[in-house]
């Protein structure tokens, strides 16, 4: 299986990923317990001021304290700065 970084380069690489629905409107991908059942993580694109992608930009923690709640808090965080990193 695939974690959240994973999904996120696969996808904008242009490798086919199993669901889709797993990225929100900004190409943010989740997962919980993909590589690992004990860990979470929430990661996002970064791509060239060209719209080449870079990499991915991943926060990842214990399941029991990165839950539902911190992986949303966190997600607008990475996305801003995802778009600052290569600007």
Same mark, same amino acid.
């Given at each position: 299986? %695939?974690?959240?970084?994973?999904?996120?380069l696969?996808? +904008?690489?242009?490798? !086919?990923?199993?669901?889709p629905?797993? +990225?929100?409107?900004?190409? %943010?991908?989740?997962? #919980?317990?993909? %590589?690992? !059942?004990? #860990?979470?993580?929430?990661?996002?694109?970064? +791509?060239? !001021? *060209?719209? &080449? /992608?870079?990499?991915?930009?991943?926060? *990842?923690?214990?399941?029991?304290? +990165?839950?539902? &709640?911190?992986?949303?808090?966190?997600? !607008?965080?990475?996305?801003? /700065?995802a778009?600052? /990193?290569?600007?």
């Amino acid at each position: 299986s %695939t974690g959240a970084s994973g999904l996120v380069l696969r996808h +904008f690489s242009g490798e !086919p990923v199993p669901d889709p629905g797993v +990225f929100n409107e900004h190409g %943010t991908a989740s997962s #919980i317990g993909e %590589t690992n !059942p004990n #860990i979470s993580s929430v990661s996002t694109p970064v +791509f060239t !001021p *060209s719209g &080449q /992608l870079s990499g991915a930009l991943t926060v *990842s923690g214990l399941v029991s304290r +990165f839950g539902e &709640q911190e992986r949303a808090r966190v997600s !607008p965080l990475l996305e801003t /700065l995802a778009k600052t /990193l290569l600007a």
